[in-house]
């Protein structure tokens, strides 16, 4: 039950680390940029939402194209950045091996970011797919599907020469992704973009891809870094470590099933929803055991990076109980096409799985580049900032979301008066967005400096004992 | 864990399975779905749309309205689709098989838009009402004024421009892209009854090949 992924004995910056430096730092540096953007782009969509007029004047900044572009930026651009590096420099410490083909995950990095501004641009100009999740324009995705195919092969390649046989938790979670999202990236440019499938079937298949890209590719790269990190930082055990296998597994065999659960009642094939909804009940296992396995982690006892840690995992069963109790028949009648559904997207985006990256990130960029962070107080604002922020955000939603179903459900209410019952929650909400955009300036502003400032001392000094880690020692 | 290809092959078996099911068998399940032919009415349900209209359809598309508007009614117990007037019945995959890309909407900010066109013609509003519309906004939607150009009145008025109130001298014509996306709401209609939308009770011959 008890599991140490790695020997304490190893020294805290190694030759593994600095073998993955270029790589993860232009992946961390461009997570980091498109965490700023998105979040402008994310204010400036909120805002819209209560107060349509504001830069309605030209089509590029219409809400439609703004919430396409802020969904994109934060997805593709910061959490398949972040989550890649989380995931490579995993692989590369448990694999206990220096990574190999860093150039090629560098090069892979480089062009997923220009085809990302490239799409960007294009979803400005109107080439959005329409597809939630799945926006990007036609023209830059198979560009995308070979960049990540690039960045992953470091990371299969730190797999497959890892020194020991037996494989860690943390393993499993992170090398899934690199290989779950070519294959269902790919499936959906051939049959929603180059070779489309007829009729509602293209609606099934985006559900299908969303899903996938949520709970098969981001959702693990966060759970990968939690498993690590709690035994690493707290030194306390996974608990019931013998159920992660079935957690795991559970996830990748039922979680891409889930996302019928979206288009209940919808013009599509019955059994389609309802293996959605027996899907997401299910999956209710594997929330459990993660949460009982990471338990652990929910007291951080002063660790920075746990702290951010504990928050994304409680995000994440709630997320997960939530879907499970909103796949319900009665209860999807009233949260479907709400804001509600919006709030549970961003519980599990922007609370699970950037609170568990970003605990990661505070404990492996010092390691990577060999110098502490330059301010601890930067950090403290961060979490601040975007712990209230999301509690703004996703709180005004949910509310805002069960008015506009009650609403919805009352036929002699107009538009124009459910708008004007929700505008106080969702200016909540921007609030909220405010807020986080600041705690992400705050990440932004730290990385720069700890890029630029000048380690004084040696650095195999400053990384032991781990609680002296992600937090700087002056 | 200890082996690789034990590893992968699971990893493999487990998106095969859902890609199997939601993919594949939804395709083989009805991806050759055809309109309906009416012998009764003469034609081939649903009909699809003409030049503008279909246009019209990349015009809502490109400017990201099915992130405020869903096309798609529920049935008549599932929610008060039917009360707010969006459709009699339940939208059916047939409804779509003219759509290059099905847009169903995942958000209802405004109302459903599925038989727009329909309901547009009962309560007698026309493209120059519709044009005004979205050029001015309602509530939570944004004025689309973009999609016009102010100019100076020279002889006649352009027939499909809007009057601006306190300018006499100027007028605003609709581009090209508004006048295709207001004939494709316009043309947005989806109430033909097929064998798989009749009530068991209304329906007097089973309905063959459908459930």
Not at chain 1, 322 to 350: G, M, P
Not at chain 2, 33 to 49: N, R, S
Request: glycine share 10%; hydrophobic share 55%; aromatic share 12%.
């Amino acid at each position: 039950m008890t599991t140490t992924p790695t020997n304490a004995a190893q020294p805290e910056v190694s030759d593994i680390d600095t073998s993955a430096r270029c790589p993860l730092l232009i992946l961390i540096g461009s997570a980091i940029m498109w965490l700023v953007v998105g979040g402008v782009l994310a204010l400036i969509a909120s805002i819209q939402l209560h107060t349509p007029g504001f830069l309605a004047c030209c089509p590029s900044l219409t809400y439609g194209r703004m919430e396409a572009a802020q969904e994109t930026a934060f997805l593709y651009g910061w959490a398949i950045n972040a989550g890649l590096a989380v995931s490579l420099w995993l692989l590369a410490r448990l694999g206990g091996a220096p990574l190999r083909a860093a150039g090629l995950a560098s090069v892979g990095a480089i062009f997923w970011n220009l085809a990302l501004t490239l799409g960007l641009v294009g979803i400005f100009a109107g080439d959005l797919t329409g597809f939630a999740f799945f926006q990007l324009p036609a023209y830059v995705q198979p560009i995308m599907f070979v960049a990540y195919a690039a960045v992953a092969v470091a990371g299969v390649l730190a797999w497959t020469g890892r020194r020991n046989a037996f494989t860690f938790a943390t393993q499993w979670y992170a090398v899934a992704p690199l290989f779950v999202f070519p294959w269902v990236f790919s499936v959906a440019q051939v049959t929603l973009l180059f070779a489309p499938v007829h009729g509602t079937i293209q609606a099934v298949v985006a559900a299908w891809f969303g899903q996938n890209l949520g709970a098969l590719v981001l959702a693990p790269f966060a759970l990968a870094a939690v498993y690590y990190l709690l035994p690493k930082i707290s030194g306390r055990p996974v608990r019931y470590y013998d159920y992660a296998g079935h957690a795991f597994w559970t996830l990748l065999v039922i979680g891409g099933w889930a996302g019928g659960r979206q288009l209940i009642g919808g013009p599509v094939p019955v059994w389609v929803a309802t293996t959605g909804i027996i899907a997401s009940v299910l999956l209710l296992f594997h929330y459990v055991v993660v949460g009982v396995n990471l338990s652990g982690a929910l007291c951080p006892r002063g660790s920075l990076a746990l702290r951010f840690t504990a928050i994304g995992l409680k995000a994440y069963v709630l997320g997960g109980a939530i879907n499970a109790v909103t796949s319900i028949r009665a209860v999807a009648k009233f949260s479907q096409f709400t804001f509600f559904s919006v709030a549970q997207t961003q519980l599990l985006l922007d609370g699970a799985f950037t609170f568990m990256i970003v605990g990661a990130l505070y404990f492996l960029v010092p390691r990577l580049v060999g110098k502490p962070w330059p301010s601890s107080a930067l950090i403290r604002i961060h979490f601040a900032a975007i712990l209230s922020g999301l509690v703004l955000k996703v709180g005004g939603l949910f509310v805002a979301g069960w008015i506009q179903g009650g609403d919805l459900n009352h036929a002699a209410v107009s538009f124009p008066t459910i708008a004007g019952d929700v505008r106080m929650w969702l200016i909540a909400a921007t609030a909220g967005q405010v807020l986080t955009l600041l705690g992400s300036l705050a990440l932004a502003l730290n990385f720069a400096r700890l890029l630029v400032v000048r380690a004084e001392q040696p650095a195999a000094e400053l990384f032991r004992p781990p609680a002296a880690m992600e937090v700087p020692v002056s | 864990m200890k082996s690789s290809p034990l590893f992968f092959l699971g990893l493999f078996a487990a998106l095969a399975l859902s890609l199997t099911a939601l993919v594949l068998a939804t395709n083989a399940q009805y991806g050759s779905l055809a309109p309906f032919a009416d012998v009764t009415a003469g034609a081939a349900f649903p009909q699809a749309p003409l030049g503008l209209a279909a246009r019209g359809h990349m015009v809502y598309q490109d400017l990201g309205c099915a992130a405020c508007h869903t096309q798609q009614v529920r049935r008549a117990d599932f929610g008060h689709d039917k009360e707010r007037g969006w459709g009699d019945r339940q939208s059916v995959a047939r409804d779509y098989v003219h759509e290059d890309r099905v847009l169903l909407g995942e958000l209802r900010i405004g109302p459903d838009l599925t038989n727009f066109g329909a309901r547009a013609a009962a309560h007698g509003l026309n493209a120059a009402q519709l044009l005004a519309f979205l050029h001015n906004g309602q509530g939570a939607m944004p004025a689309y004024s973009f999609l016009f150009v102010k100019q100076l009145v020279t002889g006649q008025r352009s027939p499909e421009a809007l009057t601006i109130p306190g300018s006499p001298d100027y007028e605003l014509v609709p581009t090209h892209r508004a006048e295709a996306l207001v004939a494709y709401l316009l043309s947005l209609s989806a109430d033909h009854q097929y064998p798989e939308t009749m009530q068991p009770a209304a329906a007097a011959a089973p309905a063959k090949g459908t459930k």
